[in-house]
């Protein structure tokens, strides 16, 4: 087991090395430079020595491979750069909207954890009856229901029943947890519907698979309650596939919720990363991608480890 982990932990480095190379080429080949864009975002006129001159202070009159390396041992250093935008260290430009987006993804996975396994179980416990067909349409509801549009239904109910909105301004959990759920709790409970919704239609369907077991049977035939029988031999089993679909969700929610930022005003990883993209902003967007693609890479590990500890049968060499 250790073997397998250490081997695992070794992939990594080629894998976000490729994705590296990757990124750092394609923004090269897109179109588009961000001096001419700082000066045209002015209003400015600026002459091409001028032009010449900032591109050299970045760093881009040099040749792509050297660029490269001197990034790639930045980040060997833990050393990102600065932001080619702001100028400002990029470490401290994500580190402040690391804390909302990851409180936010923690968030939403709890509400749909919450909502999708007991939904899952009951609708296939109860297959075929009122309560499923309930189940079943709330799930696909939640499927068809952007988080977004559902972000701005609340965000209009607050306005027009209750006239109040939520903080605008995040605010720490250390430093006032009131706050800091006051404004969080709407844009988890929009983002975790929809997120619940997948997970809900997976634990139906991983939960009718394995109650046709051949175990299951056996396990009913010796008279245990059926307590028991779905909560340590079905829903353990049931699990495995609920869970990777949970952790490719929350590895998507960290630098993929966009809309849902702008809708609720969260200055987070999602925003950053647009903000990034239309600036041509080379340095932040490249770390950006690097630590979206280290989340992904890590959450999967970490749900290949949890789907060995819950079902003994499945070994790593």
């Known amino acids: 087991m250790w073997q397998y982990i250490l081997k695992r932990l070794l992939l990594m480095i080629p894998t976000l090395l490729g994705v590296a190379a990757l990124v750092f080429l394609l923004l090269r080949v897109l179109p588009g430079d961000i001096v001419e864009l700082k000066y045209a975002g002015s209003g400015t006129f600026a002459p091409r020595q001028v032009i010449e001159v900032e591109r050299k202070q970045l760093g881009l009159d040099k040749p792509l491979w050297r660029q490269f390396v001197s990034w790639m041992w930045g980040i060997v250093r833990f050393d990102f750069g600065t932001s080619m935008w702001t100028g400002r260290p990029i470490a401290h430009e994500v580190a402040i909207r690391l804390e909302l987006s990851l409180e936010l993804a923690l968030m939403a996975t709890f509400v749909a954890v919450l909502i999708s396994i007991p939904l899952g179980t009951l609708a296939a416990l109860k297959q075929d009856t009122w309560i499923d067909y309930f189940v079943r349409v709330f799930s696909i509801a939640g499927l068809a229901i952007p988080s977004f549009w559902l972000g701005i239904l609340i965000i209009l109910v607050f306005i027009i029943f209750f006239k109040w909105l939520p903080p605008l301004t995040f605010t720490s959990f250390w430093v006032d947890p009131k706050a800091n759920l006051t404004q969080l709790l709407w844009p988890a409970l929009a983002v975790g519907y929809r997120y619940s919704a997948v997970a809900t239609r997976m634990t139906r369907s991983a939960v009718l698979e394995v109650l046709h077991e051949d175990y299951i049977r056996t396990a009913r035939a010796k008279g245990l309650w059926e307590k028991v029988v779905l909560t ?40 950053l990363f647009v903000e ?41 060499q």
Request: proline share 2%.
């Open 232 to 271: 340590r031999h079905a829903l353990k089993n049931a699990l495995l596939p609920v869970i990777t679909v949970l952790g490719l969700e929350f590895a998507f929610l960290v630098g993929g919720l966009v809309v849902t930022e702008q809708v609720f005003n969260l200055n987070g990883i999602g925003k």
């Open 276 to 316: 990034a993209i239309s600036q041509r902003d080379y340095t932040m967007v490249q770390s950006l991608v690097l630590l979206t693609s280290f989340v992904f890479i890590f959450v999967n590990f970490i749900v290949d480890l949890v789907n060995a500890w819950l079902d003994p049968r499945i070994r790593y």
